[in-house]
């Protein structure tokens, strides 16, 4: 099918009826559906979010098949998608705004579908046949939003910690240069709205240096509850 634009396109059906979205699109019905009912901002899924989520989807398909829930073949199929995912092969086909439900239904499924055509397509299926690969039944087999969602923020907070961690440090070190610096500078300190007792500028600055330490050491300390 051609839109008048003359983009291709194709139609799929979910529980709500039919629903028209682009032909080269990777996500499904529901991905277009949360695309246009929540069409707030220009921000998309976060890509730390994203490999999260791939990344319980890959080890949801491992267990499922340990488990002897999901056949192998289709297993498989489905880890080497999401780790495809997961590595950013295909991050142009998750349009979902970051202003959406509250438990996160929509990012979850945007994945389930990108991650059921991919492996659809790997194993010789069209776009949208949902065969053999299906979003719901296999990659979302046994998962709830309310579970991938949450677990998703962990995985990603803890991939990003240890970044978000190094960059406290170097603020923390140009901080303590600059203190040195400006050790001798003699500045009014300030509180409660008036000037108070006079202090370095070094002082001032040292002062924010051991924010930043503290505020990494902070970080650290999270480490393992995220593992």
């Known amino acids: 099918m051609t839109s008048r634009s003359g983009e291709s396109t194709r139609r799929e059906s979910d529980s709500m009826g039919d629903v ?16 246009e009912n929540f069409n707030v901002s220009p921000l998309r899924i976060p890509v730390p979010m994203l490999r999260a989520v791939a990344r319980i989807k890959e080890a949801a398909a491992y267990a499922n098949v340990s488990l002897g829930l999901l056949d192998a073949g289709l297993g498989d199929a489905i880890r080497t998608a999401a780790d495809e995912v997961a590595d950013g092969r295909w991050s142009d086909h998750f349009p979902v705004d970051v202003f959406q439900t509250g438990s996160g239904t929509s990012w979850n499924m945007n994945v389930n579908e990108v991650i059921a055509n991919v492996a659809n397509v790997a194993l010789g299926s069209a776009l949208g046949s949902r065969k053999p690969v299906h979003p719901n039944d296999h990659v979302n087999m046994g998962q709830s939003s309310n579970d991938v969602i949450p677990s998703a923020i962990n995985v990603a907070a803890r991939i990003e910690a240890e970044s978000a961690a190094r960059a406290l440090d170097g603020l923390a070190a140009a901080f303590a240069r600059k203190a040195g610096e400006f050790d001798s500078v003699v500045k009014l300190g300030r509180t409660h709205l008036q000037d108070a007792v006079p202090m370095t500028l070094g002082d001032e600055l040292s002062g924010y240096a051991e924010q930043m330490r503290k505020g990494g050491e902070q970080i650290r300390r999270c480490f393992a509850s995220l593992e």
């Open 20 to 35: 028209s979205l682009p032909g080269e699109a990777y996500w499904g019905a529901q991905t277009q559906r949360a695309s």
